[in-house]
């Protein structure tokens, strides 16, 4: 079998496809600085909880957020300033691969920036530019301790004055770079209406009191307080509906890079517990050739590869959005939830054969154990998630259309159309095209009784079909909802295998992990309170037991082994 090696970040044999050289340049120069610092500082800095600041100069020396987060449309855009979610995907992945604290302030530099590209006030994106590119953070001011993300009940208030200004008087909370943000982003309402309106702070102001950072981190995730903090026109991103879309909208485009992160630092992690689990010797046997290390790192390698897979191919679809074509609505929460929650297997196998030397704080593992933990939790649990992914599953499974077929989508041009996404309503009107051909495409035993399993769930629906009561209990729906996730994250690895010509054995071995936790799904439903017989017989179908073929067991765990020191940060 020959190995699929460019599915995986390898920083020091990085090969990965750029449309130009200064994309190029910038993943490389990244990548040299981390492997500059080396682990044992990497290490040292996390244990200190060391603010970032030498990464920031080198983000503001090398203008990398200006170069990867300024729209092409912007006055004073550099020549090779765009919004490119190919490149960006694999600052994501990078980032997350040497350290989460690094990603975050880049994650929330995207989320402060895109109420400000949705915004009709040109003077204050000319200044975001500006500030990007003198090497400047933002952040998103939208959740609140007593509310969290739930913007209905924002209690951040703007009291009109009157001159027609306004005074700006409330608190937030979980605001990441909120210490040293160029510019905040801030989501409220104007005092006595229903009206919300997005604003421009600055962290400066005397008016702006920071409070404390509330996580015990090198990132620096604020609570912020403004007291009658003026605020002007000039100072105004977006109000009413605009400003509800404005908040929706740039979540939709910020929780996809959730997964991404997962991906970096899981592949990271891999690496590491391959080489350990190698040149270690138990009872006279090398730790991989007991049958259940295998096991465990062939299923974490196969699902890593489905993530990227996937992350990968819904990458496409966002960059072909449009007004008309929304299926990128779906696929981003699948990203955020599934992507995050995969991630969180592969480490729990990885740390099952690695055991005590995951605690070890000279290693990267350390690190990747505790912070895998907080992306299913961030933007949006993953129950939330969950419950927006069901508002898609009658037209998915039931009503497809005719759509245009996606292609890889990796030239150089603006996304701009994330930044005019439009309403954020209408989710349960958007069409999806025919999920079968993806997996018709490939003549595999496991492919074949993943279909079965999907045509029992569909059976399960329109036969045994969830009534009032379940239908309102989110504990039924939660289960129900991670069995329809998984039809849609099937499809986008079969669809992406191909483009990526992944070889037959790795595909067959990635839909083995798919057969078992559709059944695993399954037996969850089956034993829920309110389960039918007819739900429990349609659950007792569903469990399926994937095709065994030791020898392409054996030629995928060969590949696996075959990564053992591959790669090893500097030190």
């Known amino acids: 079998m020959k190995p699929p090696r460019s599915l995986l970040l390898d920083p020091k044999n990085h090969a990965r496809h750029y449309p130009d050289e200064r994309s190029r ?45 300024t729209p092409s449309s912007e006055p004073g855009a550099g020549a090779d300033c765009r919004w490119d979610t190919w490149r960006n995907c694999e600052m994501n992945e990078i980032l997350g691969f040497y350290g989460l604290c690094y990603w975050y302030t880049w994650q929330v530099t995207i989320l402060g920036l895109g109420p400000i590209w949705m915004s009709p006030n040109g003077e204050l994106r000319s200044k975001a530019a500006r500030l990007l590119a003198d090497g400047g953070i933002f952040g998103f001011g939208l959740s609140e301790r007593t509310h969290g993300a739930d913007i209905y009940s924002t209690d951040m208030v703007l009291t009109p004055q009157p001159d027609g200004s306004w005074l700006a008087s409330g608190e937030k909370y979980y605001i990441g770079n909120g210490n040293e943000a160029a510019m905040l982003s801030t989501f409220g309402k104007i005092a006595g209406t229903d009206e919300y309106v997005f604003f421009a702070v600055d962290p400066r102001h005397p008016r702006f009191r920071l409070v404390k950072n509330v996580v015990a981190s090198q990132s620096y995730v604020a609570e912020y307080v403004l007291s009658e903090y003026p605020i002007t026109g000039a100072d105004i991103l977006s109000r009413g509906k605009d400003a509800w879309n404005a908040a929706l909208n740039t979540v939709n485009v910020g929780k996809y890079n959730l997964g991404w992160a997962t991906i970096g630092m899981c592949t990271h992690a891999f690496y590491e517990a391959i080489t350990h689990a190698a040149n270690r010797r138990l009872y006279g046997m090398h730790v991989t050739d007991f049958s259940h290390v295998k096991r465990m790192f062939t299923d974490a390698y196969a699902r890593l590869v489905a993530m990227k897979l996937f992350a990968l191919r819904a990458a496409d679809y966002m960059r072909a959005a449009s007004a008309e074509d929304r299926r990128y609505l779906l696929y981003n929460p699948v990203m955020k939830m599934k992507v995050t929650t995969q991630g969180e297997e592969v480490i729990n196998l990885l740390w099952d054969v ?95 009784i993943f279909q079965q399993q999907v045509a029992v769930l569909k059976e399960l629906l329109m036969t045994a079909t969830p009534d009032e009561a379940q239908r309102k209990d989110l504990d039924f729906l939660m289960t129900l909802g991670e069995m329809f996730t998984l039809v849609v994250y099937a499809q986008l690895v079969a669809e992406n295998a191909k483009l990526y010509l992944v070889e037959d054995d790795l595909v067959d071995q990635i839909f083995d992990c798919f057969i078992r936790d559709f059944g695993r799904f399954a037996q969850e439903l089956h034993a829920k309170p309110s389960s039918t017989e007819a739900q429990m017989t349609c659950c007792l179908r569903l469990i399926r037991k994937p095709a065994v073929d030791e020898g392409r067991y054996s030629r995928v765990w060969e590949h696996v082994h075959a990564l053992r020191g591959a790669y090893e940060m500097n030190p």
């Open 25 to 69: 340049a910038i993943m490389r120069s990244t990548i040299a600085f981390f492997e500059g610092k080396g682990k044992a500082r990497l290490r040292e800095d996390d244990l200190a909880r060391t603010w970032y600041a030498e990464f920031l100069a080198f983000v503001r020396t090398e203008r990398v957020f200006a170069t990867l987060l």
């Open 354 to 448: 690695i055991a005590a030397k995951g605690f070890e704080k000279d290693t990267y593992f350390d690190m990747a154990t505790r912070d895998v933990r907080a992306l299913p939790k961030l933007e949006g649990t993953v129950h939330v998630n969950i419950a927006l992914i069901l508002k898609f599953m009658p037209n998915y499974l039931f009503a497809p259309a005719e759509r245009p077929p996606v292609p890889r989508m990796d030239a150089a041009r603006d996304d701009a159309f994330l930044f005019d996404q439009g309403p954020a309503s209408g989710l349960g009107k958007i069409l999806f095209h025919d999920h079968t051909p993806a997996f018709d495409a490939w003549r595999l035993p496991n492919v074949a």
